[in-house]
C-alpha cells in the first residue's frame, strides 16, 4: 500500500482566486491521478499526472483550468484557477502501486468557493 | 462502453442486521474490480478486491464480496453491521491497466 497526504484538507476561498492542492506519497510511484467529487456524487477523474512531462487530461477538463506539477516521483501539485462555486468539490489525490492495478486515496481536500 | 452500476442509492439497515451492495459491471472481458468505503469527512479506503481466482474475497472491516461471472455482478456483504460501517460505498473496475471506473456509490445508513 501507500500512505498519501494531501495538504491542505480544507479550504474556503474567493470566488476568481486560485488553489494549490499538494499531494505527497510515501514512496515512489510511477502513476498519479486527480480526482473530484462534487457534492454527493462520485468520483471523476481530472489528469494523470506524468513525471517529467504534461498532465493527461480527461475530456471536460483542461490545463488552463487544472494545471498540475509532477516533479518527482513522489510529489504532486494540482491548481485549481480562477475558482467559482461550481469547483467546490472534494479533491482526491490517487496512486497506483505495486504489481497489481491497485489504487490508494488520499484524504481529500474539501475546497469551497465563496 | 464500459460502465459500473450500483443500483442502490441508499440503504438503511438496523445494527446487527446484514448488509449487501450490489454491484454490476459492463466491460468486454473480466475486468479488476474493487470496493471502497468512505466514511464522512474521509478519503477511499479500499475494502477488498478480486483480479482472478476464488470468486469469495475476504477483505477488511469484515466485510467479503463474490464475484458471479454470469451475472456480472461483484456484490459487497458484511454479515453483521456495526454502527461505524455508516458511510459512502464505492465499487470500482478496471480493464489491466487503464483507468479506474466507479460507480454512483451507495450511501449506508446504520439505525440503531
Known amino acids: 500500500s501507500a500512505v498519501i497526504s494531501q495538504k491542505p484538507s480544507r479550504d474556503i476561498c474567493q470566488r476568481g482566486t486560485s488553489l494549490t492542492i499538494q499531494c505527497q506519497v510515501d514512496?515512489?510511484?510511477?502513476?498519479m491521478f486527480w480526482y473530484r467529487q462534487q457534492p454527493g456524487q462520485s468520483l471523476t477523474l481530472i489528469a494523470t499526472?506524468?513525471?517529467?512531462?504534461?498532465?493527461?487530461?480527461e475530456s471536460g477538463f483542461v490545463i488552463d483550468k487544472f494545471p498540475i506539477s509532477r516533479p518527482n516521483l513522489t510529489f504532486s501539485t494540482l491548481t485549481v484557477s480562477n475558482m467559482s462555486p461550481e469547483d467546490s468539490s472534494i479533491y482526491l489525490c490517487?496512486?497506483?502501486?505495486?504489481?497489481?492495478?491497485?489504487?490508494?486515496f488520499g484524504a481529500g481536500t474539501r475546497l469551497s468557493v465563496l | 462502453a464500459q460502465s459500473v452500476t450500483q443500483p442502490d442509492i441508499h440503504i438503511t439497515v438496523s445494527e446487527g442486521a446484514s448488509l449487501e451492495l450490489r454491484c454490476n459491471y459492463s466491460?468486454?472481458?473480466?475486468?479488476?474490480l474493487f470496493w471502497y468505503v468512505q466514511s464522512p469527512g474521509q478519503g477511499l479506503q479500499l475494502l477488498l478486491k478480486?483480479?482472478?481466482?476464488?470468486?469469495l474475497v475476504q477483505g477488511i472491516k469484515g466485510f467479503e464480496a463474490e464475484f458471479k461471472r454470469s451475472q456480472s455482478s461483484f456484490n459487497l456483504r458484511k454479515p453483521s453491521v456495526h454502527w461505524s460501517d455508516a458511510a459512502e460505498y464505492f465499487c470500482?473496475?478496471?480493464?489491466?491497466?487503464?483507468?479506474?471506473?466507479f460507480g454512483a456509490g451507495t450511501q449506508v445508513v446504520v439505525t440503531p
Open positions: 490517487s496512486v497506483r502501486t505495486g504489481s497489481k492495478n491497485i489504487q490508494y
Open positions: 514512496s515512489q510511484v510511477t502513476m
Open positions: 499526472a506524468n513525471q517529467g512531462s504534461e498532465a493527461t487530461y
Open positions: 466491460y468486454g472481458a473480466t475486468p479488476y
Open positions: 478480486y483480479f482472478s481466482g476464488d470468486t
Open positions: 470500482a473496475a478496471t480493464d489491466s491497466w487503464g483507468k479506474l471506473q
